[in-house]
């Protein structure tokens, strides 16, 4: 085989391919040249990138060890050679999924091949194995590489490692410009909403490319796409062979501004490393009641069935007056509220951001001065007379509430929010990650990303700005949070729709037909932290500000469909949902110690199992968060490092 003569030109723009095939299980030759048809296609038409499915040459579903060790292979091999012969010929890069061989060890990896036009760039073991995997694969042992290559930066990332936000980060961090998705999803309508979200919280295109068909009574999603950096789908195929076609500019994917025309931010230069410190921790390796209750700290609440609510304002509804008459104008709201929904009423009650003082008036140039002269002067103290007010209406409801107000201590100004009960101010969190309108006012919170202690259960507290950032659920959810409270002031990111599938899933994924909230990355921040997430965002247009709504209540799981969520619409500001942070859905709890052991029977007429619930997985996702147990801390020390990492960051940062 004859390598190239000379170097490939570095390129800014070009185009890439994902290929969508539904490989004959264990037909590992009928497959390979299948493929191998599909790749040329692909490079004749002139894709420079091109990505292959998730073990993509012999089928997913292998039962053992024995039975996939037939198809395994070392990298580089066989398989890899057929590829570089195409690579070569057509000055393209391939990355392909394989079941490969450790010749020194003889351990099976779930693995992907980079090819180019001069051989094998590297390979990439996936990290994040998936429910039947490591009955014949090994976690993968070679971290999240980053390759150059004269198609900008490219990583590797392979179906499950979608699902923790650590292994996209880390190589975003790192540089990469495109992440190549080899991936074999199932049980969701896809392009999935976890791709989407890696994409667009890291600025980087995705090139996904997933497998079709049915295997061993799984069926799967289709799906492949070219993902923007900004969560946009570029191009996609729902379902069947084929290929998918989409454009990459280098320039779009190394700008990490992000935000709308209100809200501007940067997705690198506003995250906070050093509160991060918990993400590299595996605080769910064990049981979470022992865990959370050891030394007698921590222990976490008991928690019950409640009930939540929030409050889509729009901007027109807290007009620029006095903090008395804004006061005011809350009580209105909260009566109404309670109003509407009698007899029923929340145990929470979630606002938005920056109530008090409210957004900029309609006059408002929006210059630096207005808007450092609107929220400082609107700035309260705390404690002090405006949050007393809050507390007496708290306690004339009979509520709980989360509202965000500007606040003034010492001479230093913080984007604030409160948790207040009918007994006085029971939390208060500091916003950390700042927009650019926050800094032109604001300092960064230095009260880190507390929690506290409810009947409800452990609650967080945040804004929406932050809650965009994955880091910061990832941090209160490994605190134990059960329920994280947002008020939000954003005006973006909007979500994106999706039409109805053809594919014959045996259970209903999502809505019949086209569906407006395919994607939104509210839902995602919570299922993916395994914590139930209230928002409450400022909506419409006021003069020459505006907010995106988009409020809602979501579910530490969307597996199951109808989901356990609402959203707002413009019309519906008010809301409310039950939430159950018990650790058992069905009751009871103790943590005293029991006088017998696990298996013995527990009274003659029940006839009930005893066990200590400390030594075992709670029942109710909320509490157990298999996601968090489930992740590979050893590799993520790159999401708290400062200052080295960013050389993808063309741009300067907010100011």
């Not at 095939?21 to 037909?27: A, T």
């Not at 590829?83 to 393209?92: G, T």
């Not at 999240?144 to 923790?164: F, I, Q």
Request: charged share 20%; glycine share 8%.
């Amino acid at each position: 085989m004859s390598a190239l003569s000379t170097p490939s030109p570095f390129s800014m723009r070009y185009r890439v391919a994902a290929i969508q095939y539904d490989p004959m299980f264990g037909e590992k030759e009928r497959n390979i040249a299948a493929l191998l048809r599909l790749v040329e296609e692909a490079a004749t038409h002139g894709a420079r990138l091109i990505v292959l499915p998730e073990m993509t040459t012999v089928g997913y579903c292998w039962e053992s060890r024995s039975e996939i060790a037939p198809y395994v292979e070392p990298i580089p091999g066989p398989t890899t050679e057929h590829f570089h012969r195409l690579a070569a010929r057509y000055d393209c890069f391939i990355a392909i999924g394989l079941p490969e061989v450790d010749p020194m060890t003889q351990v099976y990896y779930n693995s992907v091949a980079l090819l180019g036009p001069d051989g094998l760039l590297g390979t990439y073991r996936k990290l994040h194995s998936y429910c039947s995997e490591p009955r014949w694969a090994r976690d993968g042992d070679l971290g999240m590489p980053v390759w150059e290559t004269p198609l900008g930066r490219l990583s590797v990332l392979v179906c499950a490692d979608a699902a923790y936000f650590e292994a996209a980060r880390i190589s975003a961090l790192r540089g990469a410009d495109v992440l190549l998705f080899p991936t074999n999803w199932f049980d969701e309508k896809c392009p999935c909403s976890y791709w989407i979200a890696r994409a667009f919280e890291n600025g980087v295109y995705l090139i996904a490319a997933n497998r079709c068909g049915l295997e061993r009574g799984e069926q799967f999603s289709g799906g492949s796409c070219v993902l923007n950096p900004d969560g946009s789908i570029q191009a996609y195929l729902d379902n069947g062979e084929g290929i998918v076609y989409g454009e990459v500019d280098l320039e779009r994917s190394r700008d990490k501004r992000w935000g709308g025309q209100e809200t501007v931010g940067h997705r690198f230069a506003d995250r906070r490393p050093t509160e991060y410190i918990p993400v590299v921790h595996n605080s769910y390796l064990w049981e979470p009641l022992h865990y959370h209750s050891l030394y007698g700290l921590g222990e976490l609440p008991t928690g019950q069935l409640s009930c939540i609510g929030i409050i889509q304002t729009h901007l027109s509804t807290i007009p620029v007056q006095s903090r008395t008459q804004t006061l005011q104008t809350l009580y209105t709201m909260m009566q109404s509220f309670t109003h509407y929904y009698a007899p029923a009423s929340p145990d929470v009650l979630v606002l938005p951001e920056l109530m008090l003082p409210g957004p900029l008036p309609p006059e408002s140039s929006k210059q630096p001065d207005d808007t450092i002269a609107h929220f400082r002067d609107g700035a309260i103290q705390i404690p002090g007379p405006e949050t007393q007010a809050l507390v007496t209406l708290a306690e004339e409801l009979q509520i709980s509430m989360v509202v965000g107000v500007a606040e003034e201590a010492e001479g230093v100004y913080y984007n604030t929010v409160l948790l207040i009960d009918p007994e006085g101010i029971y939390g208060l969190y500091r916003k950390i990650h700042l927009t650019q309108q926050d800094r032109l006012w604001a300092s960064p919170g230095n009260l880190g990303l507390p929690t506290f202690d409810t009947a409800l259960g452990r609650i967080g507290l945040a804004t929406g700005y932050d809650v965009l950032f994955p880091e910061t659920l990832r941090v209160l959810a490994a605190k134990g949070a059960d329920l994280v409270c947002a008020s939000a002031f954003l005006d973006f990111p909007d979500a994106i729709g999706l039409a109805s599938t053809s594919i014959p899933h045996p259970m209903n994924v999502e809505p019949q037909g086209y569906d407006p909230l395919h994607y939104l990355i509210w839902r995602i921040r919570a299922a993916e932290h395994n914590v139930y997430l209230a928002l409450a965002n400022w909506s419409g247009q006021y003069g020459n500000v505006t907010a995106n709504g988009l409020s809602g209540i979501f579910s530490p799981t969307y597996t199951t469909y109808p989901w356990q969520e609402v959203v707002a619409e413009e019309d519906e500001p008010f809301l409310m949902m039950t939430v159950d942070t018990r650790e058992q859905r069905t009751g009871r709890r103790t943590t005293h110690q029991l006088g017998y052991a696990p298996g013995d029977l527990a009274g003659s007429l029940t006839g009930e199992l005893a066990y200590d619930p400390r030594n075992s997985i709670p029942g109710n996702v909320v509490r157990s968060k298999p996601l968090l147990r489930k992740r590979q801390p050893y590799w993520y020390l790159d999401v708290v490092r400062t200052g080295t990492l960013e050389k993808g960051d063309d741009t300067e940062p907010s100011s």
